[in-house]
């Protein structure tokens, strides 16, 4: 009886599986230190993309947005209500942050580094061009590396979660690298310095990945 | 005749344990600071580097080239409001004429600060959320960033800042929590009575 009663609470679990989950952080939380701390890896981990998951879950629950990949969601997004906007946006920001960044160092691939070449000079010039985007963004937001619709590299940066897959932005493209400028990504180490933190996470950028975002965006 | 940096109305450590030393230090003395510095630069040699705040906000409010002066001379403005808006040992529930007309125009204080919790946590992103008076009526609003209530024919009459980096030290990602406590141990309701009139 009792073994009945754990085994249909278990079934119940596993078919109340939600549709949108959270991928294991590829690192430690303090594997990104000095740079980024173990603090604020973990709370932005377990609580900001965690809460954004959860709040997604519960908005497309019942509605016409049930059943929809994020990026279907994001072509379409004049469609549904800012709720969906902002945690659907902040589930895909966040997954992709923490893909980009890694405590192995790693380099461009040449493919990466000739597009980025013609786009903006260097290596630097783009660094210098996202650090900007990220400044500048008034309250919280990201600045973005994308591949836009001529397949041309862009940086721009967007309010709050969105991004430049969303019908709704301004510069619209296939991100391939996206920095976190909210307050809650850099506020316990660097405070009010945005500018140390945009200038420190240059450090723990994974190449490798954005490469191969690249390639695949190429593919798009 | 620059913009310049009020004083805080308490000394630093004076909203402990709720708001910390070090919270007002960075949100005084470096964001506040900062908004006030780069108005300044905005404004230098042009003509509204004699004019007074109020003038300032509102000639630029609206004007997409001028975002950069809209955001910091309001954020001024805003942050002046929300140390006001705070006192020791302030909190709970407000007196008078001030508790009257929230009653009047609520139905209750409770649910005034219900209106007033969900306005304060379902702002996306940075921004405040107000009481203000609006056609002689109480009510609760949210604005995002540096956006405020004399720019939409409100009077404010009482703010929280809930920009992330004003709980982010003693709350952590519990924005909620840092709700709570300014409405139970912080709101200063004499400032609130004041503006009122
Ligand atoms: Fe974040
Ligand atoms: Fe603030």
Known sequence: MRFWILFSAL?????????????????????????????????????????????????????????????????????????????????????????????????????????????????????????????????????????????????????????????????????????????????????????????????????????????EALKK | MAVTLPALPYAKNALAPHISEETLDFHHGKHHNAYVTNLNNLIKDSDLDSADLETIIKSVAGDPSKAGHFNNAAQVWNHTFYWNSMKPNGGGKPAGDLLKKIEADFGSYEEFAAQFKTAATTQFGSGWAWLVLEGGKLKVTKTGNADLPMVHGQKAILTIDVWEHAYYVDFRNRRPDYIATFLDHLVNWDFAAANLG
């Not at chain 1, 997954?95 to 691939?109: A, R, T």
């Not at chain 1, 301004?170 to 920095?179: A, M, T, W, Y």
Request: charge should be neutral.
């Open chain 1, 11 to 215: 079934v119940t679990a596993m078919t109340a599986t939600a549709q949108f989950t959270q991928a294991p952080l590829p690192y430690s939380y303090s594997a990104l230190e000095p740079y980024i701390d173990s603090q604020t890896m973990e709370i932005h981990y377990t609580k900001h993309h965690a809460g954004y998951i959860s709040n997604l879950n519960k908005a497309v629950k019942g509605t016409p947005a049930e059943g929809l990949s994020l990026t279907a969601l994001f072509s379409r997004m004049g469609e549904f209500p800012d709720v969906i906007r902002n945690n659907a946006g902040g589930h895909y920001n966040h997954d992709l942050f923490w893909s980009v960044l890694s405590p192995e160092k790693s380099d461009p691939s040449p493919e990466l580094l000739s597009a980025v070449s013609s786009a903006f000079g260097n290596l630097d010039s783009l660094k210098k061009r996202m650090n900007e985007a990220g400044a500048k963004r008034f309250g919280s937001g990201w600045a973005w590396l994308s591949v836009d619709p001529n397949g041309k590299l862009v940086v721009s940066s967007t309010p709050n979660q969105d991004n430049p897959l969303m019908s709704v932005a301004e510069v619209k493209g296939i991100p391939v690298l996206g920095i976190d400028v909210w307050e809650h990504a850099y506020y316990l180490r660097y405070q009010n310095k945005r500018g140390d933190y945009l200038a420190a996470i240059w450090n723990v950028i994974n190449w490798k990945e954005v490469s191969r975002r690249y390639a």
